[in-house]
């Protein structure tokens, strides 16, 4: 049995005990949930207003997704762009892109502004692609971002590969060709089936280090007007016309506004004295996944980077459409009394979680998910050790995803009280930063532009 042991939460070295709420209390924002999303919406509600502000994590804070992902700060949506513009239109679509990717200077803000210690590696991230279909959806999606008017991805093709004759001529100042070596090269895999390769800003941090030493300042910076309490689970909320009630352990939390950080699985009840019930088919819908994670340690000999791989096809695993994508960092990192190595992180594999099935992150770590991260090294990254490595860490943590992939920012439609910054998906550093500014743009009640993001309820 091997545990759930994350590298991030190891270089927590916490010493601060868990102190659970003790007291009937009240402030004017609630926030729930104390993962990155929760720390940040609090950084930025205390800064942009004079609000008093209350953190309730149920277990310890970033030990949640943000303890247990792989780290990579990148800008997409797990849905291809040409998607989101064809169901919001191109001004819309183009603007949640744009939010999304607002996240980098918000994260620049922050650090710069609370001083944080946290390493973060910034460098160019490739993504490997196999076939002409996945090369021909990111030249749509290319197309419409230089449409926007945003940054088109470099995308580079093989000039040895024949099929990019088979790309329709609209796309053809959207790639290069060059040779297939080079792609090859870039990324860091000998397998010839990679015939594309895409690249972007992309960076790493450990997301759970950040938030711990986010939630330090804002102790030391917002006494009296800030407050966080850990082995604090909230069992109910209850929204009235104005303001809400939540109770927590044998206490009472008001609130005049309640931000739900919760990454979808907040396990409580919802009652809405003021109208009609909060759909609550909102938040059982977001359905839950378990992503896999292995890390090994090994000298520091290479930069920084993070590539992702869209296999051609994954029959050995018995996918054959080859939709299942791996991803892989290596970053700098502290291992055993300070020494600096790289450490080198993968993975892809998923389970779904049924719906209202429990997760626990006290669960081992699955076997046969280590087996298909060992595997996809092994015949997709040309360094690899060869023999299988000795993994140092090997972790699991549950990704969140709403119905339509996107993530809810905002003010539940039945009553406003009530706040969403969650349900986000394999890619939720970024989004949760620009969602933490975008809820304290709703706490000061001005007039918020319409976004992607948007909560709805056709009832409401
Ligand atoms: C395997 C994996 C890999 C990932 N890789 C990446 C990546 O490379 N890049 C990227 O950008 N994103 C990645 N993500 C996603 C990213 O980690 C998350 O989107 C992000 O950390 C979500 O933060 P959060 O604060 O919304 O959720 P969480 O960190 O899960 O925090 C939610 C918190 O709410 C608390 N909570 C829940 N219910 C209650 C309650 N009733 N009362 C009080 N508190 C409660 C939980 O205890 C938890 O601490 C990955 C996720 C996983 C699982």
């Known amino acids: 049995m091997i545990p759930n042991h994350s590298p991030w939460i190891q270089q ?53 997704a943000t303890g247990h992902n792989a780290g990579q700060i990148t800008s997409y949506f797990e849905r291809p762009l040409y998607e989101l513009v064809e169901e919001f239109g191109l001004e819309l679509a183009i603007d949640g892109q744009k939010s999304i990717e607002s996240g980098w200077t918000l994260l620049d803000e922050i650090v710069a502004e609370a001083g944080l210690q946290t390493p973060i590696h910034r460098f160019t991230g490739y993504t490997g692609l196999c076939r002409l279909d996945q090369v021909l959806l990111h030249l749509k999606n290319n197309r419409y971002r230089m449409a926007g008017g945003l940054q088109t991805e470099t995308i580079i093709i093989s ?101 739900l950080c919760t990454n979808g699985f907040e396990s409580f009840s919802i009652t809405n004295d003021t109208g009609v019930e909060i759909d609550t088919k909102f938040h059982h819908s977001i359905a839950g996944r378990i992503g896999y994670m292995s890390g090994y340690v090994e000298p520091l000999n290479d930069s920084s980077v993070a590539i992702s791989y869209f ?30 190595h790289n450490l080198v992180c993968a993975g892809g594999p998923e389970k779904v979680l049924p719906n209202g099935a429990g997760y626990s992150r006290e669960h081992s770590c699955s076997e046969d998910m280590r087996t298909l991260i060992d595997d996809f090294l092994h015949y997709n990254h040309n360094k690899y050790p060869g023999e299988k490595p000795e993994y140092a860490f090997c972790w699991h943590g549950l990704l969140g995803y709403t119905p339509n992939g996107i993530r809810r920012i905002g003010p539940e439609p039945c009553n406003p009280t009530l706040l969403y910054n969650l349900g986000c998906n394999g890619v939720g550093i970024l989004p949760s930063i620009f969602a933490g500014k975008r809820i304290s743009e709703f706490l000061q009640g001005g007039k918020v532009s319409v976004s992607i993001f948007d909560p709805y309820d056709q009832r409401c």
């Not at 102190?19 to 720390?39: E, M, Q, R």
């Open 12 to 64: 927590l070295n916490r010493t601060r005990p868990v102190v659970p709420l003790d007291k009937n209390t009240s402030a004017d924002v609630v926030i729930v949930g104390g993962g990155i999303a929760g720390v940040v919406t609090a950084f930025f509600a205390l800064r942009n207003s004079d609000k008093t502000v209350i953190l309730l994590e149920a277990d310890k804070i970033a030990h949640g």
């Open 159 to 259: 000039e040895e590969w024949q099929e990019y004759k088979n790309i329709p001529a609209e796309y053809k100042n959207l790639y290069g060709l060059v040779a297939h070596k080079d792609i090859l090269k870039l990324l860091e895999t000998n397998n010839q089936d990679y015939i594309a390769s895409l690249s972007y800003q992309k960076g790493c941090m450990n997301s759970a280090l950040f938030s711990e030493e986010l939630i330090g300042y804002l102790v030391a910076t917002y006494e009296g007007r800030f407050s966080f309490y850990e082995g604090s689970p909230v069992k109910t909320v209850r929204l009235k016309e104005s303001g809400g009630v939540l109770e927590v352990l044998t206490h009472i939390v008001e609130a005049k506004k309640i931000v």
């Open 311 to 340: 296999p051609k096809t994954d029959e050995r695993h018995g996918d054959p459409t080859g939709e299942n994508y791996f991803y892989l960092t290596r970053r700098p990192h502290e291992h055993e009394h300070k020494n600096y």
